[in-house]
């Protein structure tokens, strides 16, 4: 629930901009939250109790401007209100704080490690993620919990985020035709879930599999002198 002081009459959602119209400084800003949301559209598929926001703002009192990480992950909030979709994610209309949200690190630094930090604590969110292909030094993959109204940074790769059923984590793969580090979600036991791409390749796989048994199949039951196309 939210602490904050909030005037009497609120605007609603469809009434405030869906972000501060700041253009992404990097591709990857875009990319690497899409990707994560369209593993979840498969895997949450029959759920409707989950929304994940993709640069767009979210809004915790009418006067000030939004805070719009690239990605965020709510649960227990309507997937879709109807066709039209949410044009921004308001507080005090949502009544549920984001679970998770996301900052991919641009060249133009915007204080991921440090204000935002303030902020996201502020609100309560309980998982901070920061990443930063940049990064040599440090893990290019931050996770930090919220314990005490203080982020702490989690360890492992992937991390596992029991309140939400699921872990987040880095590795190379292949997405839009590019190869190279990319964010991903995993199970309990530590296995990346696919991507939708790499899930119809499987499908692919899978049915061309089937076609070669049933044509071994057919060619063993003609040397018995059996018609495969009589077997009912």
């Not at 605007?11 to 992404?24: F, G, K, M, N, R």
Request: aromatic share 12%; proline share 7%.
């Amino acid at each position: 629930m939210l602490n904050f002081h909030l005037p009497r009459y609120l605007p609603s959602a469809e009434e405030l901009p869906d972000s501060d119209e700041t253009p992404v400084d990097n591709e990857l800003q875009e990319l690497i939250p899409g990707l994560l949301k369209s593993i979840l559209l498969i895997l949450w598929a029959e759920r409707m109790d989950w929304f994940f926001g993709v640069n767009m703002g979210i809004y915790y009192h009418p006067d000030e401007l939004p805070i719009v990480p690239d990605g965020f992950l709510s649960l227990g909030v309507e997937r879709c209100y109807d066709e039209e979709l949410r044009p921004s994610y308001v507080l005090w209309d949502e009544n549920v704080v984001p679970i998770l949200v996301l900052e991919v690190v641009s060249p133009n630094y915007r204080k991921e490690y440090s204000i935002k930090l303030d902020e996201y604590a502020d609100l309560g969110v309980r998982y901070y993620v920061i990443y930063s292909s940049r990064r040599r030094r440090k893990p290019r993959l931050e996770v930090h919990k919220l314990v005490n109204g203080k982020y702490e940074l989690q360890t492992g790769n992937p991390v596992w985020l029991p309140e939400i059923g699921l872990g987040i984590g880095s590795e190379q793969g292949n997405y839009g035709g590019l190869n190279r580090e990319w964010l991903y979600w995993y199970d309990s036991e530590g296995k990346r879930y696919l991507t939708p791409q790499e899930q119809v390749k499987e499908a692919e796989k899978r049915a061309q599999l089937a076609e070669v048994r049933s044509q071994k199949l057919a060619a063993k039951l003609q040397d018995l002198g059996i018609d495969p196309d009589q077997i009912q």
